[in-house]
């Protein structure tokens, strides 16, 4: 199953787009105007500030009079976008806040009871929190794997959550994580610390993140794995800490610690989260965070 902005009522992803400018005050909606020190032409900007807030919203100005931006000009959009988040990442002075690593302010709708007629009712506009669900899988059924493509660029790091089993008849089923579909287990690189005397493994050549319960566990256990993908879109190699706990019978509970590298450069796009061996179990869990 994969993930993409085009299905996001089904997918669950955000939807982000880029402003130049955001403006907290009152401004007219006519003529190019010097906006925080920028000249603006044609530009894309965001009013939060309005003193007649249904006028807020992103616009693209013009000589003449503003209008407002594709992705929010009718009643249509405001309805979408109260039901699925829209954000919008901020440029300040020619700087794309939140590209290439660098974090910066992200803007969204708040939830606005009642607000069904664009430049009727008030939109407001809030700073997004520094976590954001980019995508969710609750496992109707078991399935070998979950792909989430098209993640935006405009966070520092990226949290995968999964809650589950494998069905794999053994107490502890692997499950792989695939950046960008780069199945080159030699790419990839990870080490383990795990038990109470906390002995540790050498690093190995694969895409095992952690380990959830298998089929050969005791039923109902369930086990977590937390990975945080750090810098991915960075110029350096991509590296993850993964916590990992569960139970996998009425005598062993388990804790492990694993780094893991994907020896790549690229930005992230997208991940694959799979068992090495048959499916992540039905009411699994699968949660993909942006982080600031």
């Not at 589950?164 to 692997?174: D, H, K, N, S, Y």
């Not at 287990?185 to 109470?196: C, D, I, P, T």
């Not at 002995?199 to 895409?207: F, I, K, L, N």
């Not at 690229?266 to 965070?289: F, G, P, R």
Request: glycine content about 10%; overall charge negative.
């Amino acid at each position: 199953m994969s993930y993409d902005p085009a299905w996001a009522s089904a997918a669950q992803l955000l939807q982000v787009y880029e402003a130049a400018l955001l403006v907290d005050s009152n401004v007219s909606l006519t003529g190019e105007q010097t906006l925080d020190g920028v000249l603006t032409s044609a530009s894309r900007v965001l009013l939060v500030g309005q003193t007649d807030a249904s006028e807020n919203g992103c616009y693209v100005t013009a000589a003449g009079a503003w209008a407002r931006a594709v992705e929010l000009d009718s009643d249509a959009d405001l309805a979408a976008h109260l039901a699925q988040d829209i954000h919008y990442l901020i440029g300040t002075g020619g700087t794309e806040y939140g590209l290439g690593g660098l974090g910066g302010l992200r803007y969204h709708i708040a939830y606005n009871e009642g607000a069904t007629t664009l430049d009727t009712d008030d939109v407001v506009f809030e700073v997004a929190q520094s976590r954001t669900l980019i995508a969710i899988d609750e496992f109707s059924s078991a399935k070998a794997s979950v792909t989430v493509s098209n993640i935006p660029p405009c966070f520092r790091h990226l949290e995968v959550r999964l809650v589950g089993r494998g069905t794999e008849a053994i107490l502890g089923a692997e499950m792989l994580l695939e950046y960008n579909g780069d199945t080159t287990a030699g790419n990839y690189r990870h080490a383990v610390l795990f038990g109470g005397a906390g002995t540790g493994s050498a690093a190995t050549s694969d895409r095992t993140f952690g380990t959830l319960p298998g089929a050969s566990g005791d039923a109902n256990y369930r086990g977590a794995l937390l990975a945080r993908i750090m810098d991915y879109t960075g110029p350096l190699f991509k590296s993850a800490i993964v916590a990992e706990a569960g139970t996998r019978a009425t005598a062993q509970v388990y804790v492990f610690n694993t780094a893991t590298i994907w020896l790549n450069t690229a930005v992230v796009t997208s991940l694959k989260v799979s068992a090495k061996s048959l499916n992540i179990d039905q009411d699994s869990l699968l949660e993909v965070y942006g982080v600031m």
